[in-house]
């Protein structure tokens, strides 16, 4: 699965972007009940061995989604995608699960495309970070009579996205309480101009990318809960870079117009701030989730 970042500026809750981050899950299943969870990688040590794990509950939902019982479970996970940094990294896991369950059940139930969103989306609560870790690419995610809908967009090859990872993390929750629940006229405005822009940047013309990241609904409000990556987003745009903070952060996204300028932007990250900050040289990822037999079980 694939790691996402949502938003991109100011497309606040519609908006995301699949990323060549992978976190991989085999999944076997028995007839005899039980569950084993065997993780390594990005936050083993914090990581769920039981029925609390976020992976199993929602083949759990899965399952009991299509009305079949739950099999015995054999889960070994290696994830990549770093936890708590606003890379996805739930969303991956709601993700891995669903698809898995599909995966089993190819053959004898049909898992289409709109069932994988709406389990998805149910239990993530919201399409963004899903619908491009689920179908890679651009998505445009939205809501349509409490249906999650979703458009994949192909990005311009000269878009060449940097992600910077700090140490710290950032919980979403928190993050959303940050935000008021009323905003000015002119700022709702301002974010739908720069949301169509941003589609224009990200498909047809990077150059465009700097003015099209612009935001005035949420990052702001957010900037208060982790100052180190307000100031690294301010440093990077000043030089003129199309930085944003990756979903609720507390990673910092690059959007680069080329691969040369990705170099710049991680030499001044380095000069402007004291915070170490894990910079990845990263492509968008066009297949999203993807599933396969393994000997033994699903891949």
Same mark, same amino acid.
């Given at each position: 699965?694939?790691?996402?970042?949502?938003?991109?500026?100011?497309?606040?809750?519609?908006?995301?972007?699949?990323?060549?981050?992978?976190?991989?899950?085999?999944?076997?299943?028995?007839?005899?009940?039980?569950?084993?969870? +065997?993780?390594?990688? +990005?936050?083993?040590?914090?990581?769920?061995?039981?029925?609390?794990?976020?992976?199993?509950?929602?083949?759990?939902?899965?399952?009991?989604?299509?009305?079949?019982?739950?099999?015995?479970?054999?889960?070994?996970?290696?994830?990549?995608?770093?936890?708590?940094?606003?890379?996805?990294?739930?969303?991956?896991?709601?993700?891995?699960?669903?698809?898995?369950?599909?995966?089993?059940?190819?053959?004898?139930?049909?898992?289409?495309?709109?069932?994988?969103?709406?389990?998805?989306?149910?239990?993530?609560?919201?399409?963004?970070?899903?619908?491009?870790?689920?179908?890679?690419?651009?998505?445009?995610?939205?809501?349509?009579?409490?249906?999650?809908?979703?458009?994949?967009?192909?990005?311009?090859?000269?878009?060449?996205?940097?992600?910077?990872?700090?140490?710290?993390?950032?919980?979403?929750?928190?993050?959303?309480?940050?935000?008021?629940?009323?905003?000015?006229?002119?700022?709702?405005?301002?974010?739908?101009?720069?949301?169509?822009?941003?589609?224009?940047?990200?498909?047809?013309?990077?150059?465009?990318?700097?003015?099209?990241?612009?935001?005035?609904?949420?990052?702001?409000?957010?900037?208060?809960?982790?100052?180190?990556?307000?100031?690294?987003?301010?440093?990077?745009?000043?030089?003129?870079?199309?930085?944003?903070?990756?979903?609720?952060?507390?990673?910092?996204?690059?959007?680069?117009?080329?691969?040369?300028?990705?170099?710049?932007?991680?030499?001044?990250?380095? +000069?402007?701030?004291?915070?170490?900050?894990?910079?990845?040289?990263?492509?968008?990822?066009?297949?999203?989730?993807?599933?396969?037999?393994?000997?033994?079980?699903?891949?």
């Amino acid at each position: 699965m694939p790691a996402t970042s949502a938003n991109l500026g100011p497309g606040f809750d519609t908006l995301g972007l699949a990323l060549s981050v992978y976190d991989d899950l085999v999944v076997t299943a028995s007839a005899e009940p039980g569950l084993t969870i +065997e993780v390594e990688g +990005e936050g083993a040590a914090e990581v769920a061995r039981d029925e609390s794990n976020l992976v199993y509950r929602a083949m759990a939902y899965a399952f009991e989604a299509v009305g079949r019982p739950v099999p015995g479970l054999t889960l070994r996970g290696h994830n990549r995608i770093p936890h708590g940094r606003g890379l996805g990294s739930s969303g991956a896991a709601v993700v891995a699960g669903i698809l898995a369950v599909k995966g089993l059940l190819e053959g004898d139930v049909e898992i289409g495309p709109e069932t994988l969103l709406r389990l998805a989306t149910e239990l993530e609560g919201h399409p963004d970070n899903v619908a491009p870790a689920l179908f890679g690419g651009l998505t445009i995610a939205w809501m349509q009579d409490a249906v999650p809908q979703h458009k994949k967009l192909l990005v311009h090859r000269g878009v060449s996205p940097l992600v910077f990872v700090p140490e710290f993390t950032m919980s979403t929750s928190v993050a959303r309480s940050l935000q008021p629940l009323h905003v000015p006229r002119e700022d709702a405005v301002f974010n739908l101009s720069r949301s169509a822009l941003l589609i224009a940047a990200l498909t047809q013309s990077p150059e465009l990318l700097l003015a099209a990241t612009e935001d005035k609904l949420h990052q702001n409000y957010r900037a208060q809960a982790m100052p180190e990556t307000d100031r690294l987003v301010r440093a990077l745009r000043e030089r003129g870079f199309a930085a944003v903070v990756s979903g609720a952060g507390p990673s910092v996204l690059v959007l680069a117009d080329g691969p040369g300028r990705r170099l710049e932007a991680s030499a001044v990250a380095a +000069e402007v701030t004291d915070t170490p900050w894990d910079a990845h040289m990263l492509a968008v990822d066009f297949k999203g989730g993807t599933v396969k037999e393994h000997a033994g079980g699903t891949a």
